[in-house]
């Protein structure tokens, strides 16, 4: 016990960093997939694919059949995916922040499947992934 109390100091240090470290992988949203996963589940088909990236990012490289809306659009956008709600919605973005931002906007919306591309375009292009212009 006298450890503890002549080291509270470190311990509280120890805690702390412990907590910034878990907090990202606590506070993901939706599922997550990684590329090759949804390579499959586009070919098994029912799937919609929502880039949520700004219009310039989205022109410079895409997922073949994506459709842009910006994550700054979501809200008053949202109306145009709601004939895909029996769809899997697959939510892709630069690296994989704005993606579960989306994810969670989308599931608040009422979406039962949504699927974060884990790592985004990056990751998709780093896994020789073809991209459409």
Request: net charge positive.
């Amino acid at each position: 016990m006298k450890f503890f109390i002549d080291n509270i100091f470190l311990i509280a240090v120890v805690l702390v960093s412990a907590g910034g470290l878990l907090w990202p992988a606590l506070t993901q949203r939706g599922k997550r997939s990684t590329p090759q996963d949804v390579t499959m589940l586009i070919n098994r088909g029912k799937t919609t694919i929502v880039d949520v990236r700004d219009p310039k990012e989205f022109a410079e490289g895409h997922l073949p059949d994506a459709k842009n809306i910006p994550l700054a659009d979501l809200d008053k956008r949202i109306g145009e995916l709601d004939k895909f709600k029996s769809r899997s919605v697959i939510v892709v973005c630069k690296s994989g922040a704005r993606a579960s931002a989306a994810a969670a906007k989308l599931g608040k919306a009422g979406f039962a499947d949504v699927v974060n591309l884990d790592g985004g375009i990056a990751a998709w292009q780093k896994a020789g992934l073809p991209l459409a212009k």
